[in-house]
């Protein structure tokens, strides 16, 4: 069993940074896959980006490819999502994901229970 948690989010201006990071436990999270998605009330959970277990293939959205930024610390169990020059429609709750390969929330198993992102105008 893995638990995971976000923490980083918060309320910046357009054009701000923020680092989002996704704390888990359980020793087997260093081989599992990791994705980031968010989701606003009433709508569907979208992708936003995935690593690979050893930290390759990381793998964006169209929407914030050259703005955001995914890694990972496998000995701190941690993946990071570094977001850049944020705009008001990435204001969401941000959640990080599991054991899985895809860009389907179905594809994983873990969530996180998210961290809220507001980017002001």
């Known amino acids: 069993q893995v638990q995971l948690v976000e923490s980083g989010g918060g309320l910046v201006q357009a054009g701000d940074s923020l680092r989002l990071s996704c ?3 359980g020793r087997t999270f ?8 968010r989701q606003a009330p009433g709508k569907e959970r979208e ?3 995935s690593i690979s277990w050893s930290g390759g293939s990381p ?3 169209d929407s914030v490819k050259g703005r955001f930024a ?5 000995a701190k169990n941690t993946v990071y999502l570094q977001m850049n020059s944020l705009k008001p429609e ?5 959640h990080c994901a599991a054991r899985g390969l895809g860009t389907r929330p179905s594809d994983y ?3 996180g229970q998210g ?3 507001t980017v002001s105008s």
């Open 109 to 111: 198993e873990y969530w």
């Open 30 to 37: 260093s081989s599992y896959n990791v994705g980031w998605f």
């Open 47 to 49: 992708f936003v980006a």
């Open 115 to 117: 961290t809220q992102v």
């Open 70 to 74: 995914i890694s990972r610390d496998n």
């Open 59 to 61: 793998y964006y959205a």
């Open 90 to 94: 990435d204001t969401d709750v941000y």
């Open 23 to 25: 704390a888990a436990s």
